[in-house]
């Protein structure tokens, strides 16, 4: 070869670099295979306006060059120049033009891999399946899989670099309509980021299904994130999958890298048919006959072109990768060009189908969120139709009711609360008769006593102390000495037994027994007052409930919150904990929130009956396979008894003090502020004794002095 090379003038065979990473790729594999037997040259044609100049350069370079070949991604002016100079153009891109004799496409045709994925389509009988893809060259196999009339097919478009919220959107949308198997066109990022996203979606284990255009083997470099997956990952490659043995060594250039290597490889097969002394017309015609006719293994399999110089005879791989391991399952044949009904061939593997799947979150750190959804979601979420159609509940594992959730009504302290025994009337009446009876027992006194001139009477100062002294049981120094004045004051003294009887008796019972009445006995009272507001929180399940009942008194309440009062709504559950607490409202909220509220917080009281009963579930994404375990689980920690054991810990008795009702075991000891009225009258008692006291003191002083004057 190297005496073929001298003897032919200017020989070199280029290798055509249209863009500038093609020229690193190229350089090391052609110094490896074709060092000794061929240089290279770069033919840049991005300095050319129009097509016609670019046609126009690159015969004019490629003919004043005495070039032989061309090598590297498919180009319409270099093809076209190729074509008119009967020259090998080796490209290792898809070609653009259908009908070219001199330039043969190493690149697998995509047309290829359309018809593998539709026959499996077609093999599996699949009546709805996801496509994702990233660039216009994925709408071809849409357009191919559409011929299928018994496939629904949804596309999803990821325009430029995928972001997560672009892929989550896509993937829950993917849910909701129930599909299960998804085709990825996308590069190595996006099929990266669509993976990490499915995987905090819980989409990556059964029943889910994930099929991947790979013809360049990049994808195992994104597969070894995911090796937690139980689920599997098809692909359709030129290579076997081998997790062990890496299928190219080109991975920090990926397909790129791969196709140059063919490219070169071909070149170099093309460049052992020539001889000594031919011409630079001949050799260009040998090296294109000879790639027409080249059977050659390369990375990207057999290589062999059809007379439109498009790869044939080659096989697609069809590879499975799971969390059991990677299986060859089948092959697709290109023969020919043609399509083939039996060009599809999968493998018999009866231990695919007695594998027994994992529960899905085995080995898996599942993250539990409060309200916002990941994997699941453990909240005081109630079943609902509006929450079904966007989230799968399993069974419930509580059921929760509303309920009114109101301050605790404070006791008011009186300083004379001695006093509460008895109405005021009583006490009006019993003044009245004290008065009554001393004027009536002086009077009795003073005729009995005119009768009897030996028997003293009974002054009217004395009378009033006698009554009064015997009311509150003291010790008087005068007495009745007639025979009417004593019936009178026997009369009186039954009167005052019954009246302090019955008096120590209520007086203990208010002292010592806490009663607080509220304004508020049920739910219903509040549908017919408007001193106390109500509401619950806007775009709740609880106010859907009161704007949809045809309950007369919810109804009614419904129109008072929204219309007439609606400032009552609040927007969170802890804007409505804190309106209960400062200014006097009652909020309507889950019975299970409402009765922990109150047992947390002594200031807070529960208003019943509850009413609206619905089970709280956990959610998880829509067609979630671990749904029933998740249900089978809490039926059994419901039959053992567990969940009730975990209701009494967080909700157990309520340790703060019913002051709904008197009861004898809720007896609290006498406070001063209780009995401060008495010793506020013991107090005035002392002051008004001094103070006559001192009076007397003074008049007599003056009576003193005025008889000393006169």
């Given at each position: 070869m190297s005496?073929?090379?001298k003897?032919?003038?200017?020989?070199?065979y280029l290798?055509s670099?249209?863009?500038p990473?093609?020229n690193?790729?190229?350089?090391?594999i052609?110094a490896?295979?074709l060092s000794s037997?061929?240089?290279?040259?770069?033919?840049?044609l991005d300095t050319?306006?129009?097509?016609?100049?670019?046609?126009?350069?690159?015969?004019?370079?490629?003919?004043?060059h005495s070039?032989h070949?061309?090598?590297g991604?498919?180009s319409?002016?270099?093809a076209?120049?190729?074509?008119s100079?009967?020259?090998?153009y080796i490209?290792t891109?898809?070609m653009t033009?259908?009908r070219l004799?001199?330039t043969?496409?190493v690149?697998?045709a995509?047309?290829?891999?359309s018809q593998?994925i539709f026959?499996l389509?077609?093999?599996?009988?699949?009546d709805?399946?996801?496509?994702?893809?990233d660039n216009?060259?994925g709408?071809?196999i849409?357009e191919?899989?559409?011929?299928n009339h018994?496939?629904?097919?949804k596309?999803?478009?990821f325009e430029g670099e995928?972001?997560?919220?672009?892929?989550?959107?896509?993937?829950?949308?993917m849910?909701?309509?129930?599909?299960?198997?998804?085709?990825?066109?996308?590069?190595?990022?996006?099929t990266r980021?669509l993976?990490?996203t499915?995987?905090?979606l819980a989409?990556?284990?059964?029943?889910?299904e994930w099929?991947?255009?790979?013809?360049g083997?990049?994808l195992?470099?994104?597969?070894?994130?995911?090796?937690?997956a139980m689920?599997n990952?098809?692909?359709?490659s030129?290579?076997p999958?081998n997790?062990?043995?890496?299928?190219t060594r080109?991975?920090?250039?990926?397909?790129?890298?791969?196709?140059?290597y063919?490219a070169?490889s071909?070149?170099?097969?093309a460049?052992?048919?020539l001889?000594?002394n031919?011409?630079?017309e001949?050799?260009?015609?040998?090296?294109r006959?000879?790639i027409k006719?080249?059977?050659?293994?390369g990375?990207?399999?057999d290589?062999?072109?059809?007379?439109h110089?498009?790869r044939?005879?080659?096989t697609?791989?069809?590879?499975?990768?799971s969390?059991y391991?990677?299986?060859?399952?089948?092959v697709?044949?290109?023969?020919?060009g043609s399509f083939?009904r039996?060009?599809l061939?999968?493998?018999n593997?009866?231990d695919?189908?007695?594998?027994t799947?994992?529960?899905?979150l085995?080995?898996?750190?599942?993250?539990?969120?409060m309200i916002l959804?990941?994997?699941m979601?453990?909240a005081?979420l109630?079943i609902?139709s509006?929450r079904?159609?966007a989230?799968?509940?399993?069974?419930p594992f509580m059921?929760r009711?509303i309920s009114?959730l109101?301050k605790?009504?404070q006791?008011e302290?009186?300083y004379f609360?001695f006093?509460n025994?008895l109405h005021?009337?009583?006490?009006?009446?019993?003044?009245g008769?004290f008065?009554?009876?001393s004027?009536?027992?002086y009077?009795?006194?003073?005729v009995?006593?005119?009768?009897?001139?030996?028997c003293?009477y009974i002054?009217?100062?004395?009378?009033?102390?006698f009554v009064?002294?015997s009311?509150l049981q003291?010790?008087t120094?005068?007495?009745?000495?007639?025979?009417?004045g004593?019936?009178?004051?026997?009369?009186?003294w039954?009167?005052?037994l019954?009246?302090i009887?019955s008096?120590?008796?209520?007086?203990?019972?208010?002292?010592?027994?806490k009663?607080?009445?509220t304004?508020?006995k049920?739910?219903?009272?509040?549908?017919?007052?408007?001193k106390?507001?109500?509401g619950?929180v806007r775009h709740?399940g609880?106010m859907?409930f009161?704007?949809?009942t045809?309950?007369?008194h919810?109804?009614?309440?419904?129109?008072?919150m929204?219309?007439?009062?609606p400032?009552?709504m609040?927007?969170t559950t802890?804007?409505?904990?804190k309106?209960?607490k400062?200014?006097?409202?009652?909020?309507?909220?889950d019975t299970?929130?409402?009765k922990y509220?109150?047992i947390?917080?002594?200031e807070?009281?529960?208003v019943?009956p509850?009413?609206?009963?619905?089970?709280f579930?956990?959610?998880v994404?829509?067609?979630?396979t671990?749904?029933e375990d998740?249900s089978m689980?809490?039926l059994?920690?419901?039959?053992s008894g567990?969940l009730h054991?975990?209701?009494?810990?967080?909700?157990?008795?309520?340790?703060?003090?019913d002051l709904s009702?008197?009861?004898?075991?809720?007896?609290s000891?006498?406070?001063?502020?209780?009995?401060?009225?008495?010793f506020?009258i013991?107090l005035g008692?002392?002051?008004?004794a001094?103070?006559?006291c001192?009076?007397?003191?003074?008049?007599?002083k003056?009576s003193?002095?005025?008889?000393k004057?006169?």
């Open positions: 005496n073929a090379i003897h032919t003038k200017d020989s070199c290798i670099a249209i863009l990473s093609w690193q790729i190229l350089e090391p052609f490896e295979k037997k061929a240089s290279k040259m770069i033919l840049r050319a306006k129009t097509e016609y100049d670019r046609v126009f350069k690159a015969r004019e370079f490629l003919n004043g070039i070949a061309v090598l991604p498919f319409e002016a270099t076209l120049a190729s074509e100079l009967n020259m090998a490209a891109s898809p033009s259908p004799n001199s043969f496409q690149f697998p995509l047309e290829d891999f593998a026959d389509v077609k093999r599996y009988k699949w709805k399946v996801s496509f994702f893809y216009d060259k709408i071809s849409v191919k899989l559409l011929t018994e496939l629904m097919i596309s999803w478009k995928a972001t997560e919220k672009e892929a989550r959107d896509h993937l829950v949308h849910r909701t309509v129930f599909m299960k198997r998804s085709i990825v066109f996308l590069n190595m990022r996006n980021v993976l990490e499915a995987r905090n989409m990556m284990s059964t029943p889910y099929f991947f255009y790979d013809p083997d990049e195992p470099l994104v597969f070894q994130s995911f090796t937690d689920v990952f098809t692909v359709f030129t290579m999958y997790s062990s043995e890496p299928s080109f991975n920090e250039n990926g397909m790129n890298a791969t196709l140059a063919d070169v071909l070149l170099e097969a460049i052992a048919d001889h000594d031919m011409t630079t001949e050799i260009r015609i040998s090296i006959d000879s006719e080249v059977r050659k293994k990375l990207t399999g290589i062999q072109f059809d007379r110089g498009r044939t005879n080659y697609i791989f069809i590879s499975e990768i969390g391991g990677d299986f060859e399952i089948g697709w044949n290109a023969v020919n083939l039996n060009n061939e999968m493998f593997r009866s695919l189908f007695n594998r799947p994992p529960f899905p085995k080995g898996r750190k599942a993250r539990v969120v959804n990941a994997t979601s453990v005081p109630s609902s509006d079904e159609g989230v799968d509940f399993t069974k059921t009711y009114v109101m605790v009504p006791s302290t009186s609360e006093l025994p005021h009337t009583v006490w009006i009446c019993t003044f008769a008065i009554f009876v004027i009536t027992l009077i009795l006194e003073r009995g006593s005119m009768q009897k001139k030996d003293p002054s009217f100062r004395q009378s009033l102390w009064f002294g009311l003291g010790s120094d005068a007495s009745p000495s007639t025979i009417p004593r019936i009178l004051a026997s009369s009186w039954f009167f005052a019954i009246l009887s008096y120590t008796a209520n007086l203990a019972a208010f002292l010592t027994v009663k607080i009445n304004p508020i049920s739910v219903t009272d509040l549908s017919s007052q408007t106390i507001k109500y619950t709740s609880i859907s009161f704007k949809n045809n309950i007369e919810f109804s009614k309440m419904w129109s008072q929204s219309e007439i009062d400032d009552s609040v927007s802890e804007e409505g904990f309106k209960v400062q200014a006097n409202f009652a909020f309507f909220w299970t929130v409402n509220m109150t947390e917080d002594c807070f009281m529960e019943g509850p009413f609206d009963p619905k089970g579930g956990i959610g994404p829509p067609g979630a671990y749904r998740l689980a809490i059994k920690l419901s039959d567990t054991e975990m209701e009494n810990k967080w909700w157990g008795r309520r340790n703060c003090p009702k008197p009861s004898t075991d809720e007896t000891e006498l406070q001063i502020e209780n009995v401060a009225g008495v506020f013991l008692g002392v002051v008004i001094g103070v006559v001192l009076a007397e003191y003074f008049a007599k003056i003193r002095t005025v008889k004057v006169r």
